[in-house]
Structure formats: C-alpha cells, structure tokens
C-alpha cells in the first residue's frame, strides 16, 4: 500500500509533482531498513494503454527529478528541458517519461534532510549508507506500483548513468533500451579523490557539526560551496575553460583584496558554489558522493566486467565525449568490450564536443540527434 500526494499547482503543461509513501520498508544494500521510504518524481506525457511506452530518465549527482519545466526552487528550466517535451528527443507525443529525485537526495526523496518516521526527528548523520543499488531498488517500486511491467528505456549521464548499468544488469528482463552516457562501470582512483576534497571541505566547516546542522538551524554553506567548485571544475574541460573565460580580469582590485578573486573564472566558479548551497543538502551530497565511489558492476563477480553480461537481454547504446576527461572514453570502451564479449546487442558512439563531462547536459545536435533515431528505431523493432 501507498500513499501518493500530489502538487496541484502545474507549472508545465503535461507535469505533477507526486511523493510516494511505501507502507513497506526497503532493505539496503548494507543490511539496513528504511522504514516507509518516500519517493518524489515528476511526469511527462500519457502512458499508453499497454505500458509500453515508459522511459526512466536517471539524474546525475546534482539533479532531480525536475528534468524538464520550471524548477520551483531555482526558477530556471529543467536540466534536459530541450530534450523532454512535444516533438522533441523524448517526444512526450509517443512517450510516457519519468524521472525521480534519487534515495539520499534532497527534493522529496528518504534522504539524510528527511524525518526518520521512527524516532520523529531529521536523519542528519543518522542517515544509513546506501548505494547505486539502492536507488535502483526504490525506483523499482515505483515502476512496480505504476503497472509497468518493462520499460521502453533506461536513459541518464554521470550518477544517472550508473543508475542506467545497474536497471540493466540486475533488471535486463524489465529494460528494453539501455543508455548510460558519459558513465563507467566503477570510478576511477582520480574521482574518488575528487569527491573526498569535497567531502572534507563539508565536514571541515564549523557549521556541519557532525552532520546535526539541521537540528541546530544551520548549514556548512562554505563547504558545500567548495565541494561544489572543485566538482564543477571536473565537469569542464580546459579548453571551455580557456575559451570561456582565459586569464580574463572582471576587474583590478588593490593588492590588499588580491585574495578576493579579480579573475573571470574564479568569480564563476564562486557564483557556482554560493547558487547550489541554496538548492542543495550538505549530507545528501556526502552520501550521494559516496554512493558513486562505492558503485562497482564487477566486485560481485571478482572483478570481471564481463561476467556481468552474461545472458544480458536489453538493447544498449553507451555514449561518450572525446573531452570528458571525468569519464573518458576508454571507460565508455569498457563496457563495449564486455557486452561485445557476450554478443550482446550494443552501439557506441563518440561524441565530439569540446565542454567536458557537462556535455551531456548541453545543446549538443549530434547528440540529440543519435538518441532521437536510436528511440525511433527501437520502437519499431
């Protein structure tokens, strides 16, 4: 049994906004119970009379589940709102899209800002680990509750990548098209080390207090800010870097406020930082963080990626970009070995664009273009 609220006041023409409350509990990858786990998620278009015409759009590390439309928090468009719509890449004319705010997240989701129904008070620090796995898994009750029986696609970049791998390894049978972009089957020693900067940046603010900042009316609003811009760097590649911005001054401050940040590209990535504090939770981004880094398809099977496909059913196209230097192309190479290794059903594609990882959150025409015939295709196969 559920319980399912939903935000009347529509912002977009085909949108709601629904929690789910589970009456049951959802165990965790780790052994733990979360007891009445809620899941927040957003619409798009009409599922079709058979249930055949779904597709699960999976965030990345910073989004939620308001892909497309206004934003209630930052008032800007959603992060894939040229991609989601009538007559666009996901044609919400043919298809039924949903898109969830991922367990451990901070916009309605269980997660460590959310009341522990047991004890009545924030989860904060008490908020239990969770994994790749575990998102899938609630995710999975939703489609279940939906009346769902197979999804026409599985489709997301980064963290929603991985999200990707994981629906169509341990769920081939429930997943038609699979599409992890700009994604790896484990991370690499360089972005678990990029997440731990950011990590001790959070909890080295005075204000985080061990993770209780809620309870005591407060926020590590400096550190989330840092974790943010060493992350955002990441995203980019050197040359958007230098194209956009170079060594350019926005101004010439005295030598005594030379700390303060004359450059262009210091003062963007300060903006970068002090916008995502107001929409996002320190403790989310702890262990949402750490979900990645923990995230490895092969430690079940000793580390062989290729035992992972065995007998896998889905149609899959992995994409990458030539400037990702987060998730390079020898990562997206990985996964096509392994599932070519299997005779599995895969397409690979490149794509050149010179923005880094943040390429598939952009405007890219080839891009758009490869996903729009690779559903148009499979639909009527």
Not at 140 to 146: F, Q, T
Not at 234 to 249: H, I, W
Not at 364 to 370: D, F, K, Q, S, T
Request: hydrophobic share 35%; net charge positive; aromatic share 10%.
């Amino acid at each position: 049994m559920v319980t399912n609220k939903t935000n009347s006041n529509n912002i977009y023409n085909f949108e709601h906004t629904p929690n789910l409350i589970f009456d049951t509990s959802l165990k965790l990858e780790n052994g733990s119970v979360l007891n009445k786990p809620t899941i927040a998620y957003q619409t798009y278009g009409e599922l079709n009379h058979n249930k055949s015409n779904a597709i699960l759009i999976c965030h990345a590390l910073t989004g939620d589940q308001y892909a497309a439309g206004t934003h209630p928090v930052t008032l800007k468009m959603g992060w894939w709102n040229d991609m989601i719509g009538r007559d666009k890449v996901f044609d919400t004319n043919s298809y039924f899209i949903i898109c969830t705010n991922v367990l451990g997240g901070c916009m309605g989701s269980t997660g460590p800002k959310s009341i522990n129904s047991d004890t009545n008070n924030y989860f904060g620090n008490d908020f239990p680990e969770i994994g790749i796995q575990d998102m899938v898994n609630l995710q999975k009750k939703l489609i279940d509750h939906l009346g769902i029986e197979k999804l026409l696609c599985v489709v997301g970049g980064s963290m929603g990548g991985m999200q990707v791998l994981e629906w169509a390894t341990k769920y081939s049978e429930r997943v038609k098209l699979a599409i992890p972009i700009a994604t790896s089957y484990r991370h690499t020693a360089q972005n678990i080390a990029f997440h731990e900067v950011g990590r001790q940046a959070i909890k080295n603010d005075t204000n985080w207090l061990n993770g209780d900042y809620i309870k005591n009316n407060t926020s590590p609003e400096k550190g989330l800010a840092a974790a943010r811009m060493v992350a955002h760097i990441t995203y980019m590649s050197e040359k958007s870097l230098s194209k956009k911005f170079g060594r350019n001054k926005k101004n010439l401050n005295p030598l005594s406020k030379i700390f303060e940040g004359s450059f262009e590209v210091e003062n963007y990535l300060q903006y970068q930082g002090s916008s995502f504090v107001s929409r996002f939770d320190a403790n989310s981004y702890l262990h949402l963080t750490r979900s990645m880094d923990r995230f490895d398809l092969s430690e079940k099977f000793n580390g062989n990626l290729e035992k992972v496909f065995k007998s896998n059913t889905c149609k899959w196209l992995i994409i990458s970009f030539n400037s990702d230097w987060l998730f390079p192309t020898s990562e997206s190479k990985r996964l096509v070995n392994a599932l070519n290794a299997n005779a599995c059903n895969v397409s690979f594609v490149e794509i050149e664009s010179d923005r880094g990882h943040d390429s598939f959150l952009l405007q890219i025409p080839r891009l758009y273009n490869i996903l729009r015939g690779f559903l148009i295709g499979a639909k009527f196969k």
